[in-house]
């Protein structure tokens, strides 16, 4: 059973994702638009020992959230955006622990 309040992207919890509400396009997307540029903000003053704990948490996420991807009722292009955006900042976090 997947924990629905479980935050898995900045504020954005398991259910938001899975939900039907709210709908994928445009509100999911504008929702992750908007946290993804909190995130990408909040990296900046990260020291490096925080954010390989970040990058432990966001695979931890990724996992979670895609533990049920394929059963029907789950919103799946929600799942997408999520997959895009968590890519997204895995990446900017491994690229800020490399500079």
Do not use: C, W
Request: overall charge positive; hydrophobic content about 40%; charged content about 25%.
């Amino acid at each position: 059973m997947l924990e629905l309040d479980k935050k898995v992207f900045g504020k954005i919890t398991t259910k938001e994702i899975i939900g039907a509400q709210p709908p994928a396009i445009p509100d999911t997307m504008n929702i992750f638009e908007k946290e993804f540029q909190i995130l990408l903000s909040d990296l900046e003053s990260q020291p490096k020992e925080n954010l390989k704990k970040l990058l432990d948490n966001q695979n931890f996420a990724k996992a979670h959230v895609n533990s049920r991807p394929g059963a029907m009722a789950l919103a799946q292009n929600k799942i997408q955006i999520f997959n895009e955006f968590n890519e997204k900042y895995l990446s900017a976090i491994k690229s800020r622990l490399e500079s």
